[in-house]
């Protein structure tokens, strides 16, 4: 989410969402291998789902930090500007996509692809974004 | 949005953008647009730009609309 060079803030979020990376794919087949393997159901499934999404949670929490963190003003404006283009994004791709699945047979979308849509909206929206303060 | 001086203010000083954008702590693309009138600082901020360039704020940054 960096425009130019980053700062000691933005460095910070970088190394932190470095770390939650791997960890979300390992994460992920785990919790999938656990699953198909031990057949967990109920409170066991759900904790085991809750795992799988511990490190997009902490991948939440490090950009909520870094918007703590940024002590320059006009880069925390536009970062917001960011998440909330990509929160806008969201909400109107996930709307649409409601009514095409009820109206219009669309085949059904994963909850868990919101997510990856969501930073695509955000990444889509940051040189739109950059380009008014040029 | 302000008008502000700080074009002039830093080619008398004879400072570029990353100098006043190293002595303010923050980013080259944050003196920009404040600079071209497209970010208006806080007040903290507004207060560090005076006292860096030894003037009231009111020399820095006028009402006038920037259009």
């Not at chain 1, 997009?56 to 930090?65: K, Y």
Request: aromatic share 12%.
């Amino acid at each position: 989410m960096q425009a130019c060079s980053p700062n000691a803030a933005q460095r910070r979020l970088s190394r932190r969402i470095a770390l939650t990376i791997p960890f979300s794919v390992l994460l992920a087949f785990v919790a999938a291998a656990a699953i198909h393997l031990w057949k967990f159901q109920g409170i066991a499934s759900w904790s085991v789902a809750v795992l799988a999404a511990l490190p997009i949670l902490a991948f939440i929490a490090a950009v909520f930090a870094y918007l703590a963190e940024e002590k320059d003003e006009f880069q925390r404006m536009l970062h917001v500007q960011y998440l909330l283009a990509g929160t806008g994004g969201l909400l109107a791709a996930m709307t649409i996509w409601g009514y095409l699945e009820d109206f219009a047979h669309a085949p059904h979308l994963h909850a868990i692809w919101i997510y990856p849509i969501y930073w695509l909206f955000v990444a889509i929206s940051m040189p739109v974004i950059n380009a008014r303060y040029r | 949005m302000m008008k502000n001086r700080l074009k002039v203010l830093r080619a008398e000083r004879d400072w570029s953008q990353a100098d006043l954008a190293e002595r303010l702590e923050v980013s080259r693309q944050s003196v920009n647009a404040i600079e071209t009138g497209k970010f208006d600082p806080s007040l903290p901020l507004a207060f560090r730009l005076a006292r860096l360039f030894e003037l009231p704020i009111e020399q820095i940054f006028s009402e006038e609309e920037l259009r």
